[in-house]
């Protein structure tokens, strides 16, 4: 079986450093927050000027004016600040966030990000993306393997409009975890039941590594943290 | 009373002029200065360019001035789901830029500090680059930026004292201190309008000097885009 959109998040989770700053983005990205307990120590950024974001707030307890860049109502922790945009985007741009969790409309082999605008389509804007993904230390996305039409979004180069050239480390999808390799992806870890013909059938480059590889590449990493 | 402080929402924005640029505080919703956007209407003035991150949504805020047709130009960073802005972008009756969030507010930050462009690393290699100047600073390229200024900042304060000294409340902050630098005339409307002397120097977000204009507005709708809760856990019986 393919990973569920939790088991992506929960897979995510697992890539965050304890006690790290981290800025999740909207959509599935949003998911990695209930998958870190307290005892993690991580703080969720949000661009529109929260660190040290929590959960949504109980029935009742909602405050219009706290809310996250995805313009949901959300609450604060004990520790947690509120501050303006200039400083939200020094905190990005300075790179005092740690990892964003950013979701995708095509990634190249070469790390391009492009999350923003599809030629043709409707464009949502920009919003904070590109300076999270110029500014962050690390880039890691989760995302569809493929587009609702079944085209690939893990490509060889981007051809929809870029949000940054080079910055995405890993991808996580349905089929497993992609290392971004420069002219292929790299397989670190192959989803339960997926073969790897499958991922190299779905994916617009070529896919390095092998399904044995990638389970020892998992438990050698695993035991690294 | 100060010669800040208004007594009405018209008095507050006497002076606004057809085609001025102005600012408007928010993210999305959050944190609008709700009294002043419908005052703007009242007032008449048009051909407005607009500088705000959403320019509204679902039909409140500034999509009534979208519908109300007076705005020539928008300068924002998120489209979304409003549909007046994605309407007359289609049908081409305004002009707009759409540019990154960090750059949008540090363009306002520069415009406020007195420094005309800046480099930046966000937007390089992207559609927002082009055009502009690249310089490399100790190996890494960056995208030379221009400051952002406007003729009027509309924001929301939390509370305000007569020197226009202010306070914001959580993420209702967000663009509007660094706004109410960027502007020629800042116009603030204030959820409490305090006494000189109330704040402790130590506890202002936004000194007076930034700001001229004060409107005590103490009741706002406060729309919330999208109602996220959890439900609350139910006491186990004693």
């Not at chain 1, 999350?115 to 890691?140: E, Q, V």
């Not at chain 2, 890494?140 to 306070?167: C, Q, S, T």
Request: charged letters at 20%.
């Amino acid at each position: 079986m393919p990973f569920s959109k939790e088991e992506i998040a929960k897979r995510a989770a697992a890539e965050i450093a304890d006690g790290s700053i981290v800025n999740l983005g909207i959509g599935l990205p949003t998911l990695v927050a209930d998958h870190l307990g307290p005892e993690r120590g991580v703080w969720l950024q949000s661009e529109n000027g929260i660190l040290g974001m929590g959960p949504f707030p109980f029935e009742g307890d909602e405050d219009p004016q706290v809310i996250n860049a995805g313009k949901q109502t959300v609450t604060i922790l004990p520790g947690g600040s509120t501050f303006d945009s200039a400083l939200s985007f020094a905190m990005i741009r300075g790179g005092h966030v740690d990892l964003s969790i950013l979701g995708a409309m095509q990634v190249g082999a070469n790390g391009d990000l492009a999350n923003w605008s599809i030629p043709g389509g409707r464009t949502m804007g920009i919003g904070g993306a590109m300076d999270l993904a110029a500014g962050s230390k690390r880039i890691l996305v989760l995302t569809s393997h493929v587009t609702k039409e079944g085209e690939p979004k893990l490509v060889h180069r981007c051809d929809y409009p870029l949000t940054a050239p080079g910055v995405v480390e890993r991808v996580i999808t349905e089929l497993g975890v992609f290392d971004c390799a420069g002219e292929a992806f790299r397989l670190v870890e192959l989803a339960p039941g997926v073969s790897l013909d499958e991922v190299r059938a779905k994916t617009g480059a070529p896919v390095e590594g092998s399904s044995q590889g990638a389970r020892e590449d998992r438990s050698s990493s695993l035991g690294k943290r | 009373m100060s010669a800040k402080v208004r007594a009405s929402v018209a008095e507050a924005l006497e002076g606004l002029f057809d085609g001025a640029r102005v600012m408007v505080g928010g993210f999305g919703l959050c944190g609008n200065a709700e009294a002043l956007i419908a005052g703007v209407l009242a007032t008449g003035a048009k051909e407005l360019t607009l500088v705000s991150n959403n320019a509204g949504s679902l039909g409140k805020g500034l999509a009534t001035w979208l519908e109300a047709g007076i705005i020539r130009r928008v300068e924002c960073t998120y489209l979304g789901t409003n549909e007046h802005l994605h309407r007359a972008m289609a049908a081409g009756t305004i002009e707009i830029e759409v540019m990154p969030q960090g750059t949008f507010v540090e363009r306002m930050r520069a415009a406020g500090a007195g420094i005309p462009a800046f480099f930046t690393p966000t937007g390089l290699g992207t559609v927002v680059a082009e055009g502009k100047e690249v310089r490399e600073f100790e190996g890494r390229a960056y995208v030379l930026e221009r400051a952002l200024h406007a003729d009027f900042a509309l924001i929301r304060a939390h509370r305000a004292d007569p020197f226009g000294n202010l306070r914001f409340y959580r993420t209702a902050r967000n663009f509007s201190p660094i706004m109410a630098t960027a502007a020629k005339t800042t116009i603030v409307e204030c959820d409490e309008l305090v006494a000189l002397g109330a704040f402790d120097p130590d506890d202002v977000h936004l000194p007076g000097a930034f700001v001229q204009r004060v409107v005590h507005v103490p009741v706002h709708e406060d729309v919330i885009e999208y109602r996220t809760v959890r439900p609350r856990p139910t006491e186990a019986p004693s």
